[in-house]
């Protein structure tokens, strides 16, 4: 049985095989996602994996509502495997947020499943940290979002010359379009066809272009051009002040496909240019309204990183630790007369914290000695005796004996 095309098996490392991934870099990953978001003061919430398929093609947009794994459940409920996390947590805000003091500052790691044309840094399936602040109307929070994007990424050991955050505003855009005769109606798909541009063959961009009234040389100069709204001039000072400005630059050419971006977008990418987008996120300051049915109206902002594009620049740039098993002693059973007692001290130590690993059933001595550095621990001990252990550092070859409810005292 094979799996499915575009989902991963996550093995622990060593890797069996290249097109495995690894559970200790998942881990890793995770580990840095959430230590950054915390310092930032950011709670961690969740929500279902399985959602109702209306939450998510009311305003995500045409392009990821082709994406859905959506299908009728046995009750006849049309529902959907979740595309993002965004419609999710509006709806999670929306249900309960008198009970949280504004700013609201969340973040989650959902499982996310697009059913997508696989293509480097693109799979069907993937993991998204995501990072939203609800409830704040002024770009002291976008600025604070950008610098916890940022810092997310430095976390990693990844700097300046590694990526950028290429910052762009959907208001900017809009009024470029509604000065160039641009019909509001089709706003949207303007914005589809700017998204796609650097992807998208120029003929057929300028095509599209020229249908709605503009020229591709018009938006160019605007692209080029890069003047930043008194907004994103905001932006730029307060990362400044902070010492981030060099992390990023006004980019017009960024606008984000998903419908539901009002103001300030930005995108995170390597610097050469190698991979697709490491993250992406923007203002949507009308999703809470229009998914709680116009009960409750917060403004809100966000972004998203995925994993995959993650571990293929950290790859690229070395910066992955070596993940080693983590087990700390080995405690050796070489007389099985003596196995009660060992399972004892094997209990005791793990109770105390440490990670212990034993002969499961009788075993050679020097079998289990070779299992004990294959482990890589620090320690073996072995029972002499009813009550007392043997302990010896690998490392420095130190061996003392001690009373065996003193052992723990003898391990770092
Ligand atoms: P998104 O741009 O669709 O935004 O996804 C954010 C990031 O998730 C991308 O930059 C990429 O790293 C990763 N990603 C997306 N699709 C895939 C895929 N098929 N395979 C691997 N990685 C992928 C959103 O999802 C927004 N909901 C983010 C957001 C949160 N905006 C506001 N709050």
Same mark, same amino acid.
Request: net charge neutral; proline share 5%; charged share 30%.
């Given at each position: ?11 622990p490392?060593?890797l069996? %095989?290249t097109?495995v ?12 996602w959430?230590t950054t978001a ?15 398929? =209306?939450?998510f093609? $009311? ?9 859905? *794994?959506n299908?009728?459940?046995k ?11 965004t419609? $999710? ?6 249900? %309960?947020e ?7 500052k969340?973040f989650?790691?959902?499982q @996310?499943f697009? *059913?997508?044309?696989q293509?480097k840094?693109?799979l ?5 940290? &995501?990072?939203?602040l609800v409830?704040?109307?002024d770009?002291?929070?976008d600025a604070?979002?950008i610098?916890?994007?940022i810092?997310t ?7 300046a010359? =590694?990526?950028?955050i290429?910052l762009?505003?959907? !208001?900017?855009?809009?009024d470029?379009?509604?000065h ?6 089709h706003?949207y &798909? ?10 998208? /063959?120029p003929?057929?961009?300028e095509k599209?272009?020229?249908?709605? +009234? ?11 051009q ?11 000072? &307060? ?5 981030l ?5 006004i ?6 496909g @998903?419908a539901y ?8 990418f390597d610097?050469?240019g ?5 993250a992406?996120?923007?203002r949507? #300051?009308n999703l ?8 409750? &109206? @917060?403004?809100?902002l ?8 993650l571990?293929?620049?950290?790859? /690229?740039? +070395?910066?992955l630790?070596?993940? #080693?098993? $983590?087990?700390d002693?080995f405690?050796?059973v ?8 060992? @399972? ?6 793990r109770?105390?914290g440490y990670?212990?690993e034993y002969?499961?059933?009788?075993a050679?001595? #020097? ?6 550095q ?5 320690y073996?001990a072995?029972? #002499?005796s009813d ?11 130190e ?5 065996v409810?003193?052992a /723990? !005292?003898?391990?770092?």
């Open positions: 049985m094979e799996r499915l095309p575009g989902f991963r098996d996550f093995y490392e060593p069996p %095989h097109d991934w690894s559970c200790d870099a998942r881990q890793y990953i995770f580990e840095k959430r915390k310092r930032y003061g950011f709670r961690e919430y969740d929500g279902p994996p399985l959602e109702p398929l =209306d939450l093609t $009311t305003k995500s947009g045409g392009e990821i509502v082709g994406q859905l *794994y299908f009728k459940d009750g006849d409920r049309e529902v959907s495997l979740r595309p993002e996390m419609p $999710t947590l509006a709806r999670m805000v929306a249900a %309960h008198r009970n949280y003091k504004k700013p609201i969340w989650a790691i959902p @996310l697009r *059913y997508e044309r293509q840094g693109r069907r399936e993937h993991f998204q940290f &995501n990072a939203d409830g704040e109307t770009p002291a929070a604070e979002l610098a916890l994007l810092d990424l430095r976390a990693f050991g990844l700097t010359e =590694d990526f950028v290429r762009s505003s959907r !208001n900017a855009w809009q470029f379009f509604k160039g005769g641009g019909d509001t109606a706003e &798909n303007f914005f589809q066809i700017i998204d796609k541009l650097e992807r998208t /063959a003929e057929e961009s599209k272009l020229a249908a709605m +009234g503009f020229s591709r040389a018009a938006i160019n100069a605007f692209i080029e890069g003047e930043p709204t008194a907004e994103l001039k905001y932006i730029l000072n &307060n990362l400044a002040a902070r010492g400005r060099d992390f990023v630059k980019d017009y050419q960024v606008i984000r @998903l971006y009002t103001g300030v977008v930005f995108e995170a610097r050469k190698e991979f697709r987008a490491i992406g996120g923007g949507y #300051d809470v309204k229009l998914i709680s049915g116009d009960k409750v &109206n @917060l403004p809100a966000g972004f998203g990183m995925g994993d995959v594009v571990l293929e620049l950290l790859k /690229a740039r +070395g910066l630790p070596k993940f #080693d098993a $983590t087990t002693v405690v050796l070489e007389d099985e007369a003596l196995r009660p007692v060992s @399972l004892k001290l094997v209990h005791d130590l109770a105390a990670a212990v002969p499961l059933t009788p050679k001595p #020097d079998k289990q000695f070779k299992r004990a294959d482990l890589k621990v620090a073996t072995r029972m #002499d009550s007392y252990v043997r302990i010896r550092n690998l490392k420095t070859r061996e003392v004996v001690a009373g409810s003193d /723990a !005292n003898h391990l770092d």
